[in-house]
């Protein structure tokens, strides 16, 4: 217990009952989407306002207990939990859009709103918010980890559609980073240092982000291919070619398989692309048109594309159940789900090789990712009990990360460090990660803003 | 003097020849583009190597002696003189392109490569790299100062565009940050840190850029305006709009006159948008036409667009040259160059109460700039040997960084901090420009990457 009992105290007469220690408040907040063993924090804070949450730091850093923020808890290396105990700072109470500015194309929200409220709430405008994580994860959450997602491709990541932030430090202060202008050269750039922080410096309480038109026509296609390589092909051809992509997406065969069983979809059972179109009219018709020759270079089957809206949001919402599907495949299974991102040309091998190494292995791993950004997972299926299983899962995403480094990649694409990837920052960075504590204990110098995640143990 | 004649040796023992004391070397080094005092190093080294850079870093390090990076001198704030004395690190020896990856879309270049250069060097590839400042920056010095230009509204700035770097920190240790993939969620954006830090955390010595496709299709175009106002609302409803534009400049009627007489032009005497439009062919067309259509409504004039290289080409050397053209436009002045952004819906009241305020004093001030992004200058042209005069600019200077602060947007939209803009750090961020103290503080307790920039003085 790591919360002196003045501190709750304290706390509970900032919050009342937006101070929970019930036992289901803890057990929900001690779990993570992924293979993690339970961590649950010693009480969990509801605020509302900037103003409280700077009033839990204050007090929590007053009394040297850990504080760490909880979006809806999608995150998939264990980002959120509290191994060290402490006050999880649930954000769901925060989850107003404060400003939209349509002429600026731009939007101030809160950082408990989920994407999918989010563009519920544009959807009158004309403009939608990009970045596409598949979870309905929360804004502030999604800046933490810096995700991104299927349309990642078009729009960028977290990092790129993030114009400013609201963030509190470790020390309770208050700082707004950026401001509404689209760019700035005005020292260094503190929201994105923010930005895939997972909470390690400070909770972010506001964020300002861009917002783009919706295009006037978009479409989307499928196509299925007789083997990885020709569909991991034609992605690597679409992309040097410079087709405008909003979407590119594979699935491979298990991952198919899994959607039809899971969904009562009708996929063969071979690899796939899905894919999307955004533009004018004429330019969809374009932009299709090139893709389809590629497609058809490499044998790929089914190339038909459809502007009809329902079509399209069958087919993302199968894409978005994608990693469900494949945890029902196996009952009682967990996941350990991995994140390689490589040079595009690199993708084929990176592909390849870890297809073999999961056939080669009992460990169940449909693969499936953003590969236009040249990044994919394979979700490691285990049984939570059996420690062997577990350990196989770990060689295999251990092969993954030696793979991705090799091939002049990064150990994690979207999902993040957390604690999963903690073992592969010296690898990756060097000494690099050093200078990332050196940050980190400059601006949370008693280490108490998400402690055991990102940064190197003490 | 603040280098100890101790260390004058050592570094003389590295570097040969390549650390000069000549007058003239230390006078070039000393001088900026605008209005600033000269401010001479004490010694200027020209390193070959990483290695040679982190060996004149530990020796200043070891002797607290300050070190300045160098790439071209363009920048525009007082950015690189040597305020404190000290070394100035001349990148000009270390301008090789070191691995181009076509299939990839990026290359690896030493700091000292210039923009030109490096799209001579990539021509053959179809290849470009499109951050382009006007200026022929180098490479290291773009990134140091988050560097954009004409091209920004549709390729980014340099934030955009850098993936990854390598670093010589301010204790001589070398780190690299990024990596080739096209993302990454792997901790703190360094790659984010370092760009637009203006080598106050550390010495740029490698860069992996981003590269895009030459476009199948460009065709540029100019029109002009009776007045400011529609050619400004031109650009809000074009970006509103979502036309993707390659470019789009503002030049007032008085650019206008200058680049006449000094470029021999003959434009109108008038506001003037210039636009690049970039796709395919049927793309393009329809860009122009809708773009075309926007520029009716605003009653602009001369809209034709062309295709041939020729055109083109003199178009943006003319635009290039237009500070130039400006400067001589009233012979013996130097500049203060102001750099407001503000969001776009801003930008009608943000250029009207600017060229209000100069019509109102008696100081020239052509103003021009990349409205795309809602960004513009406002060369103030002054007589260096006049206080008066300079205290006049700086009074329209100062007025312009408030209206950008009232409207929502940033002192500095691109040419960054230097020591011009030192003064109004507080009021952009409050107490974030404290925590930029706190990291600065932390990468380079000493002080000695170029002082007196960017951070609170001690
Ligand atoms: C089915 C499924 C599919 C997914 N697909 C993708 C994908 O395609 N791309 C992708 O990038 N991710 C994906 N994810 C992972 C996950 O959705 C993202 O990591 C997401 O960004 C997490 O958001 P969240 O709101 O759930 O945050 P949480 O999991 O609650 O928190 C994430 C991290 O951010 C911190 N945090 C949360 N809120 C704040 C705040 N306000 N201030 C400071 N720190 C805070 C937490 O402490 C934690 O470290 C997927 C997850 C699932 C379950
Ligand atoms: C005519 C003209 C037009 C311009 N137009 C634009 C424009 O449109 N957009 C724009 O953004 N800017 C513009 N500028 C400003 C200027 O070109 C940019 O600031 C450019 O990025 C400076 O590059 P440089 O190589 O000249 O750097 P320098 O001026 O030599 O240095 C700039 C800063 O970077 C540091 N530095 C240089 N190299 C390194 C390194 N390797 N490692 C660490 N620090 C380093 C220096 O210490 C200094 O602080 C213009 C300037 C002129 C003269």
Avoid at 98 to 104: G, K, Y
Avoid at 180 to 186: E, I, L, T
Avoid at 193 to 214: D, N, R
Wanted: with cysteine; proline share 5%; aromatic share 6%.
């Amino acid at each position: 217990m790591s919360v002196p009992a003045e501190a709750l105290t304290a706390l509970g007469e900032i919050l009342g009952d937006r101070l929970s220690r019930s036992k289901s408040d803890l057990d929900l907040h001690g779990q993570s989407e992924t293979w993690f063993p339970a961590a649950p924090p010693d009480a969990v804070a509801y605020p509302r306002t900037t103003d409280e949450v700077a009033a839990i730091v204050r007090l929590c850093a007053a009394h040297g207990c850990p504080m760490v923020g909880w979006g809806v808890g999608t995150s998939l290396e264990g980002h959120a939990l509290a191994v060290r105990g402490g006050i999880c700072v649930d954000f769901s109470r925060m989850n107003r859009v404060l400003a939209v500015h349509p002429e600026d194309m731009d939007v101030v929200v809160q950082p408990g709103v989920t994407r999918e409220d989010l563009n519920a709430d544009l959807r009158a405008t004309g403009l939608f918010f990009p970045v596409d994580p598949g979870a309905n994860a929360t804004l502030g959450g999604m800046a933490s980890t810096r995700a991104s997602g299927t349309t990642a491709v078009r729009y960028g990541t977290m990092r790129d559609n993030v114009l400013g932030l609201q963030v509190v430090l470790a020390d309770g202060r208050v700082i707004r980073t950026g401001t509404r202008a689209r760019k700035s050269a005005a020292g260094y750039d503190l929201t994105g240092l923010f930005v895939g922080a997972e909470g390690t410096l400070g909770l972010i309480t506001e964020l300002t982000l861009k917002l783009y038109g919706q295009p006037e026509a978009i479409s989307a296609a499928v196509c299925a291919f007789d083997a990885i390589g020709p569909a991991v092909d034609t992605v690597i051809q679409t992309i040097q070619m410079g087709i405008p992509m909003a979407r590119i997406e594979f699935v491979d065969a298990a991952t198919a398989a899994a959607v039809n069983a899971y969904a009562g979809a009708r996929f063969p059972e071979k690899p796939h692309l899905l894919v999307e179109f955004h533009g004018s009219p004429s330019g969809v018709a374009e932009q299709a048109e090139a893709f389809g020759e590629i497609v058809a270079d490499n044998s790929g089957a089914g190339f038909e594309w459809s502007s009809r809206p329902e079509e399209r949001t069958a087919l993302w919402t199968m894409r978005h159940n994608a990693y469900y599907a494949c945890l029902a495949a196996r009952p009682g299974a967990t996941a350990l789900v991995t994140d390689l991102c490589v040079p595009i040309s690199r993708l084929a091998e990176a592909v390849e090789e870890t297809r073999a190494d999961i056939a080669a292995s009992y460990i169940p791993g449909p693969i499936l990712g953003h590969v236009g950004d040249g990044n994919f997972h394979a979700i490691l299926l285990v049984d939570p009990r059996n420690p062997v299983e577990l350990a196989e899962a770990k060689r295999l995403s251990h092969r993954m990360v030696e793979r991705a480094l090799r091939l002049g990649g990064t150990v994690t694409g979207e999902h993040g460090i957390g604690m999963g990837k903690l073992g592969y920052m010296e690898a990756e960075h060097g000494e690099a990660w050093d200078v990332m504590g050196q940050i980190k204990r400059a601006l949370d110098p008693q280490g108490l803003m998400n402690p055991g995640k990102l940064v190197r143990g003490d």
